[in-house]
């Protein structure tokens, strides 16, 4: 203690002296405007609630006093960060519109609303001047963010950024536990429309600050509820936020690739819409202040290099500032990487802006708490010469102060380099229409003959959420594939003359009309190259610990087809503009029977439950009608009326063709199915997007807790498929049917009350999170599979599956060298028969992050083992040469039977000593039939980072396992993900669809 002390003694007086002298001359400091009162019963607040001197500065350590506008003690009874007080999204908006009636440097817009019907806003503040002029200034900046309107023009693009201000879009709290923002972008606000120093009048005069105070509203109002409920429960354990919005938690700032929650959405418009400069998103999980866009490698490869220097200036004034203020623990380096482009102020750096983020430290909620660093944290560092305290009291207002004076100083910095970041702003867009010529590649192109049309429109729907252009060729486009070079291996001669045998490669592409074209030379380019292009992250990168994802290529993880055009010719075939992206659906021909290809499209699976009572079949096997080719799967819709069949598929985008008479090929009815989705209390993050995907595909299913699935008596009179996502923290199965200790501590109620009205939402509740599935819990799900029920599991929920009996044979284990970082893989259909695999083709490109290595034994409770001891399948010493056999003197040869082998994901043949009176040797028809298996080493890869990928490599992916009547199904790969793995949703839904019928197809031959 006493050493912290002398610490605090000394940094207080270093604070003191630096603070008044640190400007250099014909710089603005930082100073109160003498002539301006102060509240001083706010400041002296702000004095109470701040725990150290140096946890403050000359920016924030008073208000500055107004007779007109109200400060934001008038909504939160009590000044911005101070303890125990946590606003509502509603509060914080109140004030806001309060600021907006009191005060002309005020304007507060909607900017949509939340999945749970909550509003979004944005708040602007700069002076009068500047929001009467709103709309001029919008109409000079979108010249600049779309150059084109300027034909590219850099003396009309100079007058345009002297003549225009910039816009600084600043987002709060859009990860919930992470409180402090609102109340600091309270404060902020107040003090650039009321403050008079001149360092906040010129940020007020020069730059239009917007706000969004709440990005995560549901998952905001969740928070205070439960803050409400610890305020008033002091002795008691407060549950943990298990639920922030209403689909996902942390994963929330990892949407702006997919873009498919309303957050997002809402955010990107608004950035999009102000032709805002900077996005600036606020976080709390790092003390003091880490300014983290500079973070460390590998950077974003599709970002323009202007950008990382943007990053660098900014940060590098934002961290001398702060400490020149005495404040410690401000830092720009560290272990963030700016790969992956799925961050929500990454809109910004695909966008032609500029992303920011900041880590500052917070407490979970307005709590005052005694933080306890770990020695990584207050290290000194090269990049950290003023490292955070070991031990420290720290208070919501302390972060307020870092928050504050962090977005003061930046703003401030920006200012007074707008003209060069407006000027940027211009050339990061000009830059981007150049791309064909400049860097490539020309365009992307969708071909028109895409089997997968519905999803090949949903990926352009993506693209349009990103406002990038699309256009559709008039007519049928021919361009030049770049060369491939061949690699010259050291000591090789060039050939002589051709290789007979070797393939000639197509020097040309062709696509037909009405093929969907990217250009390259638009604004937006660079998002639409980012998500469209492959990643390679190299095992010999520097950085060993990815922050994300490290590959998301969308055609691969949608399953469709997108060409990279480097042929600039592209540009100039005939095309046009297209606003409306959908696919085409309709029947065509004449006849009763309706059939449908089956190309593992999810919008099958809607149309299953859109024509609840029409009779459905799958066929078994591919066939042909009158010359034209069906796959296997295919629906085939006997009883339906033609208009309704007609009204599903124009409004789902499928193609059906009308047959005179049903084709003679097996088939077996298609269901929609009563599936019953299961949730655990522990975490609700990963099983989120599965609940996104099926509500978007208007797929209906019960949704409940391990808790309340145990209680249901007969599951399987009720149920046909549980779902059973991934818990997605690698729950081990006791953590799964056990849930959170109750031999001690209290309960944890998830519910609405009047102390809490928001908790639950339109999610589900509980009067006691912490009991899990319990042992009956477990033995209901298994009586469900016994009596003709499917359970899908997916990587943790598959390990319980297997833990407890479900999936004799079949072994599941962490990989031990293996690095596959959120990854796209590929994998092979083995048993292209399986319903799982309908529609499919031999390659499928599928989402993997570390999956589970699962392997099959022939022999239960078995494992396959390495053979103990040397190799002895090589010959012995002996007569002859390597490849003779051995010989014994004096007697004849003896030939030794053919060792039998299999593939790594085929069961291992069971030899006549393992079969001898065994009564572990599992039967041909209760093994797992293996979908899916990974790709060999070498064709594993498609995007992202993969290292020591020979440990999953041939390994199964999707098990189909006999259980009884019914069926465990076991992912690896995750097959429902983010928004982005549309491509694999099908396995799931095949398997929903064909629930009673998954054995189609099976060959149960012994070997
Ligand atoms: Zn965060």
Not at 87 to 96: G, I, N, S, T
Not at 730 to 752: C, M
Not at 908 to 934: F, G, K, M, S
Request: charged letters at 25%; glycine letters at 8%.
């Amino acid at each position: 203690m006493r050493n912290s002390s002398l610490k605090i003694c000394l940094l207080g007086l270093f604070a003191f002296v630096f603070a008044n002298s640190a400007w250099a001359d014909g710089e603005t400091a930082p100073a109160r405007d003498p002539k301006q009162p102060v509240d001083e019963a706010y400041t002296a607040k702000i004095k109470k609630y701040t725990t150290a001197p140096y946890f403050s500065s000359p920016l924030v350590d008073y208000l500055p006093a107004s007779k007109t506008v109200p400060t934001p003690e008038v909504v939160l009874g009590d000044v911005a960060g101070a303890p125990g007080i946590l606003p509502y999204a509603e509060e914080v908006y109140k004030y806001m519109r309060l600021l907006e009636k009191a005060s002309p440097r005020v304007k507060v817009i909607s900017i949509g609303t939340t999945e749970e019907g909550r509003e979004m806003i944005a708040v602007a503040v700069s002076s009068e001047e500047n929001l009467k002029k709103l709309e001029e200034n919008r109409a000079r900046l979108a010249k600049l963010a779309d150059p084109r309107a300027i034909h590219l023009d850099d003396t009309e693009a100079d007058k345009l950024v002297a003549q225009s201000t910039p816009v600084y879009y600043i987002t709060g709290t859009i990860h919930s536990p992470e409180t402090g923002a609102p109340t600091a972008l309270m404060e902020l606000a107040y003090r650039l429309a009321v403050d008079e120093s001149p360092y906040i009048k010129e940020i007020r005069d020069g730059v239009i600050t917007l706000i969004t105070p709440v990005v995560e509203v549901d998952g905001r109002n969740r928070v205070v509820d439960l803050y409400k409920w610890h305020l008033a429960h002091p002795k008691d354990f407060y549950p943990p936020l298990v639920y922030w919005g209403k689909y996902v938690a942390h994963d929330n700032n990892r949407d702006a690739m997919g873009v498919t929650l309303k957050l997002t959405e809402n955010v990107l418009n608004t950035y999009v819409d102000w032709k805002a400069q900077v996005l600036h998103d606020l976080h709390e999980s790092v003390p003091y202040l880490y300014d983290n866009t500079v973070g460390d490698g590998p950077y974003n490869a599709w970002i323009d290099p202007i950008l990382a220097d943007e990053w660098n200036m900014i940060a590098s004034r934002n961290v001398a500032d702060m400490t020149k203020f005495g404040m410690p623990g401000v830092f720009t380096h560290g272990d963030f990487d700016t790969w992956s482009p799925g961050y929500l102020m990454f809109i910004a750096a695909l966008h032609n802006g500029i992303s920011r983020l900041y880590e500052t430290f917070g407490n979970g909620n307005a709590d005052t708490r005694e933080r306890t660093l770990q020695p990584d944290e207050y290290a000194r560092t090269w990049y950290k010469q003023n490292p955070p305290l070991p031990k420290t009291l720290w208070s919501q207002r302390d972060n307020n102060n870092y928050e504050e004076t962090g977005l003061l100083v930046s703003l401030h910095y920006f200012n007074e380099n707008k003209r060069l970041f407006l000027k940027n702003f211009y050339l990061k867009a000009k830059r981007s229409v150049s791309k064909p010529g400049s860097e490539g590649p020309a365009a992307y192109v969708l071909p028109a003959d895409e089997p997968r049309g519905t999803l090949q429109a949903e990926l352009l729907q993506v693209l349009q959420k990103q406002k990038v252009e699309i256009s559709r060729a008039k007519s049928a486009i021919t361009i030049s594939l770049p060369v491939k070079k061949e690699k010259k291996k050291e000591g090789e001669k060039p050939a002589e003359g051709k290789d007979k045998d070797a393939k000639i490669e197509p020097t040309t592409r062709s696509f037909p009309a009405g093929s969907y074209v990217i250009r390259m030379d638009q604004p937006y380019s660079r998002i639409a190259d980012a998500l469209l292009d492959h990643q390679y992250w190299s095992p010999e990168d520097p950085q060993k610990t990815p922050y994300d994802d490290t590959g998301w290529t969308f055609g691969e993880l949608f399953g469709v087809q997108v060409v990279r055009v480097t042929d600039t010719k592209v540009l100039d075939a005939p095309m046009e503009k297209v606003t409306d992206v959908h696919a085409t659906g309709g029947v065509k021909g004449d006849g009763a029977v309706f059939a449908i290809r089956n190309h593992a499209e999810p919008a099958l699976a809607t149309l299953r439950y859109k024509l609840k009572d029409a009779a459905i079949e799958a066929a078994e096997e591919p066939f042909e009608v009158g010359g034209a080719k069906f796959t296997r799967g295919t629906f085939l819709i006997r009883d339906a009326k033609r208009a309704d069949v007609e009204n599903a598929a124009k409004e789902l985008g499928l193609q059906v063709a009308a047959l005179a008479a049903a084709p003679s090929v097996k088939t077996h009815p298609v269901r929609a199915a009563r599936i019953a989705y299961v949730h655990t209390w522990l975490s609700t993050q990963t099983e989120g997007w599965w609940r996104l995907a099926l509500d978007g595909l208007q797929i209906p299913y019960d949704y409940m807790s391990t808790q309340a699935i145990a209680k249901i008596p007969d599951l399987r009179g009720k149920y046909d498929v549980i779902l059973f996502p991934p818990v997605g923290i690698g729950a081990s199965a006791t953590a799964i049917i056990q849930g959170y200790p109750t031999a001690w501590g209290n309960p944890l109620p998830w519910q609405n009350t009047p102390l809490t009205p928001n908790l639950a939402g339109k999610n589900d509740s509980t009067d006691d999170m912490r009991p899990g599935l319990g042992y009956d819990g477990v033995a209901k799900l298994q009586s469900f599979v016994q009596n003709g029920g499917v359970l899908v599991t997916v990587d943790d929920t598959a390990q319980f599956a297997l833990a407890v009996g479900m999936g004799a044979g079949v072994n599941a284990a962490r990989s031990e060298k293996l690095k596959m970082v959120g990854a796209v893989v590929g994998t092979r259909l083995v048993d292209a028969a399986s319903p799982i695999a309908y529609g499919y083709e031999e390659k499928v490109s599928a989402y993997s992050d570390d999956g589970l290595v699962f392997s099959l034994s022939s022999i239960a409770g078995g494992r396959r083992r390495r053979r103990l001891g040397p190799d002895m399948r090589e010959r012995p010493t002996g007569r002859g040469t390597k490849d003779d056999p051995d010989y014994a003197v004096g007697r004849p040869g003896a030939e030794a039977p053919e060792e039998p082998e299999a593939e790594t994901w085929e069961y291992p043949p069971v030899t006549d000593e393992q079969a001898h009176n065994n009564a572990r040797v599992i039967p041909a028809a209760n093994r797992a039939r293996v979908v899916l298996r990974y790709a060999n080493a070498k064709d594993l890869l498609l995007s992202g980072l993969i290292e020591n990928g020979g440990e999953i490599a041939q390994h199964p992916a999707v098990l189909d396992v006999p259980v009884g009547q019914g069926h465990v199904v076991l992912f690896s790969i995750n097959p429902v993900y983010r928004g982005e793995t549309r491509g694999t949703y099908s396995l799931v839904l095949n398997t929903v669809l064909n629930f009673d019928n998954l054995n189609a197809g099976r060959k149960d031959a012994t070997k």
